[in-house]
């Protein structure tokens, strides 16, 4: 069974502290927006493998794909 965005979404926030959060996808392609201040002074992939690391497993077998926008909570508000 694969996985809905509301599940992905809830993954991500028990293990990440996000401020906003969405993820929407198909059930196996999904993409979420993440915004976290625990991205502040990371590089973009270690942000990326911040989310990563909150899905575990999942990513290996319930995830196909998973595009991600990563952003401090100033990121996000320049926008």
């Keep these: 069974m694969f996985p809905t965005p509301?599940?992905?979404?809830?993954?991500?926030?028990?293990?990440?502290?996000?401020?906003?959060?969405?993820?929407?996808?198909?059930?196996?392609h999904f993409y979420a927006t993440i915004v976290s201040s625990a991205f502040a002074?990371?590089?973009?992939?270690?942000?990326?493998q911040m989310v990563y690391a909150a899905l575990g497993d999942r990513m290996k077998a319930e995830i196909h794909a998973l595009s991600i926008k990563a952003f401090t909570p100033d990121e996000f508000a320049a926008q």
């Design 6 to 28: 509301e599940e992905v979404k809830s993954y991500i926030g028990e293990q990440l502290p996000c401020s906003h959060l969405e993820v929407e996808g198909d059930g196996q």
């Design 41 to 48: 002074g990371k590089r973009l992939v270690q942000r990326h």
